[in-house]
């Protein structure tokens, strides 16, 4: 036998052992959930239950048949978006309001605040003027729904570990002039990385050996939970998606306007990529198609080319504008097909740790599903997450203002970038943050900010330029009341004595 015939035989041998394998781990995953939804007893969420699970298995086969494939995209294919696909909001019509009854608010609210320190959903965490994230987003819409006399709804996409904190919060709304509506997204099963089966053995395991699904169960959790066929009886149309953390993601009625006009299905809100952004995932033309690329899909030897700022100027903030009839329509037809994130990780079960696997999609990822969709290129002030305790001080400082529940920027600071700001491991739970910063610093002057170690800042500090604070391990530094910091570094030990 030649070479060439060789190497054929070889590649339908391993192409038959991967189909094989896929057809026995697929049977086996198939098994494990009817076994799982025989534990449930409750015949109203048996229902719901076996519908999360088929869709649970769908996902997993999808996941099977990719790590048999590949799920890295060609890179010689992949292009620049048009003009067309990528808009320009100074480009965009001056705003108006006609259009708003054709509008509802969803606020993806899955996530907890443990990355900070804290209990319970991130939605309540207090940002700005004793505000949380879900008061702020509930002054916005109120305060949209008083100047224009309209009705917008704001929907909570919950999980399971979001929900119930978050049904008893939203009952000091009652009496505004908002309607505030909940529905969770599904709940999936982690599974062990080596074996590929599910974690838990009954539907009233342990919660931890369950998962939210990531975003792009949006979808499927909208259909399903009969808030889609909701919206629609009321006439809505178009529903604006974002992150509960992003203080930004506020209702501009003049992309509104331009998706109604353009007869879009799908507007992502991007932004100009920063050096803070090069992981973030980007617009491109894919075989003649609009879709989100994100890093997970890159080939190695062009993570850098990724990377680069100069190539993909823009990415994804996660402001979704989507047309609801195009949803329903979609989902019906079982026709959303987003790329899927395998998430490793390490859970502790009883006294022993396991490697699990969590098969998760992105919203964002569902774009080239939808017909004229494409990107709006956004200013930055539309992009301002908190997902960390830097974070954090930027938004409570004097960089900003609140107005109506939204953060305006300092016009001092228009056309400026936000400082950059880095705080240590002492800083990283809220907790740690608020006895160390207990008082905000002045800081419209600054550029650059860098703190590390055991350092407490004290009333009334004023931070400009590049400040660099570095406190060694032992040391303890006090910055006084008062201090006024320019383009300096602190270390050593200073200590202010009380009297």
Known sequence: MSSVGKKHTKTQSTYAFDNTATNVAASQMR????????????????????????????????????????????????????????????????????????????????????????????????????NTFLDLSVRQIEHLNRK?????????????????????IIKKYQGHRIRVRTFNQSRFPRIYKDS??????????????????????????????????????????????SNGDNLGATVDTKILDHMIETNSEYLMELTNKTRADVKGGTLINYDGQVRLLEIAQVPKEHVEDFKSIKKFKYFNTNNLWINLKAIKKLVEGNEIQAEIIPNSKTI???????????????????????NG?????????????????????????DLFFLEHGALKLDP?????????????????????????????????????????????????VTLKGTVIVVCNDGDKIDIPNGSILENVVVTGNLTILEH
């Open 31 to 130: 098994n494990s959930l009817n076994s799982l939804a025989d534990t449930v007893s409750d015949q109203d969420k048996q229902a719901r239950f076996e519908n999360e699970m088929d869709s649970f298995f769908a996902l997993f086969r999808r996941y099977l048949t990719d790590k048999a494939s590949g799920s890295t995209l060609d890179w010689d294919k992949i292009k620049s978006p048009s003009p067309s696909e990528v808009v320009q909001y100074g480009s965009l019509k001056s705003e108006e309001s006609s259009n708003l009854s054709k509008l509802a608010v969803l606020k993806l609210n899955g996530g907890l605040g443990t990355s900070m320190g804290c209990v319970g959903p991130k939605s309540v965490i207090e940002v700005r003027d004793g």
């Open 148 to 168: 224009y006399d309209a009705d917008v709804p704001l929907l909570l996409m919950n999980s399971f570990n979001t929900d119930n904190d978050t049904a008893k």
């Open 196 to 241: 590929l089966l599910p974690v838990p053995e009954t539907f009233d395991d342990d919660l931890e050996k369950w998962y939210p699904p990531g975003h792009g169960d949006l979808f499927e959790a909208l259909v399903s939970s009969g808030e889609l066929d909701n919206l629609l009886s009321q006439g809505r149309e178009i529903l604006f998606v």
């Open 348 to 370: 502790v079960t009883g006294k022993s740790e396991i490697n699990v696997l969590q098969l998760e999609t992105a919203v964002g990822a569902a774009i080239r599903h939808f």
């Open 373 to 397: 969709a494409h990107g709006v290129v956004v200013p930055r002030s539309r992009f301002l997450p908190v997902k960390t305790c830097s974070d954090l001080l930027l938004v409570k400082s």
């Open 412 to 460: 001092t600071r228009e056309g400026f970038a936000n400082p950059l700001i880095k705080l240590g491991s002492h800083f990283k739970k809220v907790s740690g943050f608020q006895a160390r910063i207990s008082h905000m610093p002045k800081i419209l002057e600054l550029d650059h900010l860098t703190i590390t170690g055991n350092v407490t800042l004290g009333r009334d």
